[in-house]
């Protein structure tokens, strides 16, 4: 066996050369890694040339360059955000002492579950998507897609890396796990719920973007504050990559619902079923997309209360959504935080110890999050002149984790029967037949310059290039 420079084939800035355990331990990793990707990456892509932004440095300046390239000779590389010297734990009980470089021995079974656990949600969300390559709606989409899933491979990578850097043989058994675990998988899922559900359309892949993506900056968000840096420097690194994400889930969305006030302007009526007629997605479509991605999302942030997110807190492993920019001891020791619970069948606000409710404070700051982008879909809207608006619902709607697990909540926040639920459902979550509506909308649209009817094109292209650039190539 011929051995591969490792040292060219994946570009690094964390000295992989000169760590020769370190480069044996991913060498035996990639082959693997390759197998899967072959297997349960996008379906059918071997031969495509894509145009692909490839991260090469970490640089605020050109960390990344753009190319064609056949994606399984796609770069993964391994990068950190320079370490900042003389950084200090800033939340927690050793608040104030230097960051750790080496895991500490007793945090490192907690480390690295919450390594694995944002690890798994990685090469999840490429299974997720691996058969939309078949029915993108432009070139362009279908670059974006492609763009995503190798980034999201970049991300396993990043988190590969860490095991095997810091966690031994563990960490080496954790890294293969990652491969055997496969998403919607009844043996083997992946580990949270929302990776495992399927992304068979093009709209549930903007929804996905949005809603389930920004959960993944939030996450990582907070994890890039351990005081592990390590951990901290990937995450911050991973963020970069995560921006695109999230613009492609937003952009997305705002570009269907741009197109179908077009059409509904073109027949001059809203009705639903005449702009399904028309060829676009109503909007009260995309509201039941919004309600069913919105939910499975807002699980992924745990429970309400929660000793282990105090846990992670204290100890100084994962810490909140902007931290040093939280104004307050970085201890909790005092303060509480309001958290919506259940009484009897009323939802009340109640105040419990900040510290349990760390969960619940980065749920906040994502549905914050996920306002500011709906508020800029009903602009559009609101500017075309028609008379609809988006809402997110409640967030105890359609939940399977947490105490809104135990009842259904409807979409404006009251507890309501069981019966009330199944009469109202159809008009809340998408049904079969919305599925199959949109499913039969997914047309393949791959001349240059041309795109599917149900959505409009971008406004611009993607690194100074025109929309009817040749993103993809088939060969
Ligand atoms: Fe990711
Ligand atoms: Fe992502």
Redesign the pocket.
């Known amino acids: 066996m011929t051995s591969i420079n490792y040292n060219e084939r994946i570009p690094n800035n964390v000295g992989l050369g000169e760590n020769r355990r370190l480069q044996r331990a991913l060498e035996s990793w990639l082959p693997n890694y390759l197998n899967w990707w072959d297997e349960l990456g996008p379906e059918g892509t071997q031969g495509y040339d894509v145009y692909l932004r490839t991260a090469v440095d970490v640089g605020t300046e050109g960390w990344a360059h753009f190319n064609h390239v056949k994606m399984p000779e796609y770069r993964w590389g391994i990068f950190l955000n320079e370490a900042i010297p003389d950084r200090r734990i800033g939340f927690g009980d050793h608040k104030g002492e230097p960051v750790w470089q080496e895991v500490p021995g007793e945090y490192r079974s907690t480390l690295r579950r919450l390594i694995v656990t944002q690890g798994d949600?990685?090469p999840a969300?490429v299974e997720q998507q691996r058969v939309l390559g078949q029915t993108a709606p432009s070139l362009y989409d279908l670059r974006n897609l492609f763009q995503i899933n190798v980034?999201?491979g970049r991300?396993l990578w990043a988190m590969v890396y860490l095991l095997h850097a810091h966690f031994g043989r563990d960490g080496r058994e954790e890294a293969e796990m990652m491969l055997e675990r496969h998403s919607g998988d009844p043996d083997k899922p992946r580990i949270l719920g929302a990776f495992n559900e399927p992304t068979p359309d093009w709209l549930s892949m903007f929804m996905f973007a949005f809603f389930t993506?920004r959960d993944?900056k939030f996450q990582l968000a907070s994890l890039a504050e351990s005081g592990f840096d390590p951990l901290a420097r990937t995450c911050q690194f991973?963020l970069t990559?995560?921006a695109h994400?999230m613009f492609v889930g937003e952009s997305g969305v705002m570009r269907i619902v741009k197109r179908t006030c077009e059409v509904m302007d073109e027949i001059g009526t809203d009705d639903p079923e005449r702009v399904r007629q028309a060829g676009a997605i109503d909007l009260q479509t995309m509201q039941k997309w919004i309600n069913f991605h919105y939910s499975i999302s807002v699980d992924l942030f745990g429970q309400e209360l929660s000793t282990n997110a105090a846990n992670y807190y204290t100890q100084g492993l994962k810490g909140r959504y902007h931290e040093g920019k939280i104004d307050d001891d970085h201890r909790l020791v005092d303060y509480s935080y309001p958290v919506l619970m259940l009484n009897g069948d009323k939802i009340v606000e109640e105040s419990h110890p900040a510290l349990t409710s760390v969960n619940e404070k980065l749920r906040q700051d994502y549905i914050d999050d996920c306002q500011r982008g709906m508020n800029r879909w009903n602009k559009v809207i609101e500017k075309s002149g028609h008379d609809f608006q988006f809402k997110l619902p409640h967030r105890g709607f359609n939940r399977a984790i947490g105490n809104f697990a135990e009842v259904k909540v409807s979409p404006d926040g009251r507890v309501i029967s069981e019966a009330e639920w199944t009469k109202n459902a159809t008009d809340w979550m998408p049904t079969e037949s919305d599925r199959e509506f949109v499913k039969a909308l997914m047309k393949p649209c791959y001349e240059q310059g041309k795109i599917a009817g149900w959505i409009a094109p971008p406004t611009r292209g993607v690194h100074g290039n025109p929309f009817d650039y040749e993103y993809v190539k088939f060969n």
Request: aromatic share 0%.
């Open positions: 949600t990685e969300s980034e999201e991300h993506d993944g991973m990559e995560e994400h």
